[in-house]
Nanobody, 119 residues
Framework: QVQLVESGGGLVQAGGSLSLSCVAS????????RSWYRQAPGKQRELVAA???????NYAESVKGRFTISRDTAKNTVYLQMNSLEPEDTAVYYC?????????????WGQGTQVTVSS
C-alpha cells in the first residue's frame, strides 16, 4: 500500500519561509515525476512545482524564484522550500507522484498540509 505523508505546513508571516516534506512509503515503480500542488479555498488545484525522474524541474510562474523543489530518492522524500511567502500562497499543499501505469499514468496523492501566510 503506497502512502504519501506531508509535513511542514503551518502559519507564517508574509516574507517568511516554510519547508515542506513528503515521504513516500510502499513500492512505487516507474516514477516519472514528483510534484507539489496546492488548492486555495474556492479555487482549483494547481501545480506548484515538479521534478522529473531525471532531475529536471519546473515551477508555476507565481512561485519562480521563491520556491525550490528537491528530492532525496534514497529517503523517498520530496521537499519544497518556500521563501518570501505571500498571502496568496495560502492553500493546502499536496504531494503527488506520477508513475507509469497502463493504460494511463498512476497518480498518488498525500493528504495535504495547510500553509497559511498572514499579511
Amino acid at each position: 500500500q503506497v502512502q504519501l505523508v506531508e509535513s511542514g505546513g503551518g502559519l507564517v508571516q508574509a516574507g517568511g519561509s516554510l519547508s515542506l516534506s513528503c515521504v513516500a512509503s510502499g513500492s512505487i515503480f516507474g516514477i516519472n515525476a514528483r510534484s507539489w500542488y496546492r488548492q486555495a479555498p474556492g479555487k482549483q488545484r494547481e501545480l506548484v512545482a515538479a521534478i522529473t525522474s531525471g532531475g529536471r524541474t519546473n515551477y508555476a510562474e507565481s512561485v519562480k524564484g521563491r520556491f525550490t523543489i528537491s528530492r532525496d530518492t534514497a529517503k523517498n522524500t520530496v521537499y519544497l522550500q518556500m521563501n518570501s511567502l505571500e498571502p496568496e500562497d495560502t492553500a493546502v499543499y499536496y504531494c503527488n507522484i506520477k508513475a507509469i501505469g497502463w493504460p494511463q499514468t498512476i497518480d498518488y496523492w498525500g493528504q495535504g498540509t495547510q500553509v497559511t501566510v498572514s499579511s
